[in-house]
């Protein structure tokens, strides 16, 4: 069985361009927030807001974790999701079926992109202190970094940082796969139809885009969940890949 390459995001930090690009190499299965359905929808759902919607038969956690599984004794598996869907689910035996790697992103780009669409999201649901808890307790875990990827990084040099990626994670850097045809963003989400992902289907590559939001001082509770953001996003930003310098045998400094 092979152990599932898995990329630990959190909302809005290019995410999904990155799973788009791991596609596109065509030599792994992807799977697009496999937990989130679960976490959002499942049976045993643990959002942690109002949502009396009917759940599919059979889907939780269990379910989920078993298809991926499944598909990892099929061959390669790449899976992009984020770590506050699966706290509950992280221990050491589940922990070690993952090849563990990040992608993070300065909040006060993040999070104005989540306050587009969902102007009431919840700190639960942005996942930064989540994921700094996964990456704090994997460096402790594993003796060093896992590879982190800053989606900045990313957009400004894709090439560069996807190489190091590779090397990080042990797989082959395939350069074509940083570009590809404009397309149908619906199979990137199972809530809403894609529409979170309305610059994915006009893109190319990855590459800076245009943004237009709001200010993180906009509004009093998006600069408050900022703030308690920022230091989980800052801690996990001194490990990031560059492009000539790769962080998977770094070791992790506590005191970060």
Known sequence: ?????????????????????????????????????????????????????PPPPGLNFGSVWRGMQDAAKNGPVFSKDFPHYIMHMCDDAFLDRFNHSFLIRDPEKALPSMYKHWPDFMIEE???AEQRALFDRLCDKLGHAPPVVDSDDLLNDPHGITEAYCHACNIPFIAKALEWRQGDRKSYSWYDGGSWHANLEQSTGLAPQKRDYVAIDHDQRLYDIYQKCLPHYEAMKTHRLTSTVTIASSKYDKEV
């Open 1 to 53: 069985m092979h152990k599932i390459l898995t990329l630990w995001a959190v909302p809005r930090s290019t995410s999904t361009a990155f799973e788009k690009m791991m596609s596109e190499r065509g030599d792994h299965h992807c799977l697009h927030e496999p937990f989130g359905e679960a976490w959002y929808l499942g049976e045993d759902r643990l959002v942690p807001r109002p949502n009396d919607t």
């Open 126 to 128: 942005t996942g930064f």
